[in-house]
């Protein structure tokens, strides 16, 4: 059983097209994030909902809009891609956003823009 | 501006000995540090944390040691197993206002265990 799952694995799109990536935690958690590690390894966080409310915002170009229809799943859906958006993106989740509330990451989604 | 860093990229230690991988901060306000363990093509995972009022937390063969004076944290894995390679990721945080919750991640020190 996947804690935290994210779908797909692997994205490989052209320039411009827009394309979604979905989360989903099963650990009843109340806080979800999403975060992108770039090609220098940094893992930086862009957004963070606590309830389906969007508590972090970090500064994202606003191609970029994440949707949280529960609170058990945080998509990402970004528009007119740019090969700039190459990355890994993280999602992750956590039972508060407390000290001792660690993140629970998921595999990641390797996204390639061509 | 990079508030965690972490400045050697990789690690190597024959497996048995202590590996200790270093972790430095520049945020004064950062009040709870955590280390991750990543291996490819999978998510971080929570190793062990330690808050800024305590200067070790122990949790089996892993050691966290923090410097608040320094602004240095250090892990410790005594002994060092083959399994144990993986990326470390120092990360830190602090429960104030807009950044509730926000964790500020290093890049990451590539251990490699070998036998």
């Known amino acids: 059983d996947t804690a935290v799952s994210q779908t797909p694995k692997y994205l490989v799109t052209q320039m411009g097209n827009d394309k979604s990536i979905k989360c989903e935690q099963n650990l009843g958690h109340d806080t979800m994030y999403w975060y992108k590690q770039d090609s220098k390894k940094f893992l930086k966080i862009m957004f963070s909902y606590n309830n389906k409310e969007l508590i972090i915002n970090e500064t994202v170009p606003n191609r970029f809009s994440p949707k949280s229809p529960d609170k058990a799943h945080l998509n990402l859906h970004i528009n007119s891609l740019e090969l700039g958006d190459s990355a890994v993106y993280f999602c992750?989740?956590?039972?508060?956003?407390?000290?001792?509330?660690?993140?629970?990451f998921g595999n990641g989604t390797r996204l390639t823009v061509t | 501006d990079q508030q965690v860093k972490q400045n050697s990229p990789s690690l190597s230690v024959q497996e048995g000995r202590i590996s200790i991988l270093n972790c430095d901060y520049t945020?004064?306000?950062?009040?709870?540090f955590l280390w991750y363990k990543k291996y490819p093509a999978e998510g971080p995972t929570f190793l062990i944390s330690?808050?800024?009022?305590?200067d070790k937390n122990e949790d089996g063969r892993f050691t966290v040691f923090l410097n608040k004076s320094a602004k240095h944290l250090s892990l410790h894995i005594v002994p060092s197993q083959p399994g144990d390679s993986a990326v470390y990721f120092c990360?830190?945080?602090?429960?104030?206002?807009?950044?509730?919750?926000?964790?500020?991640f290093g890049r990451g020190t590539q251990l490699t265990v070998w036998p």
């Open positions: 992750a989740s956590s039972s508060g956003t407390g000290r001792n509330s660690p993140l629970h």
């Open positions: 330690i808050s800024s009022i305590k």
């Open positions: 945020n004064s306000m950062f009040d709870y």
């Open positions: 990360a830190a945080k602090h429960g104030r206002g807009s950044t509730l919750g926000r964790l500020y």
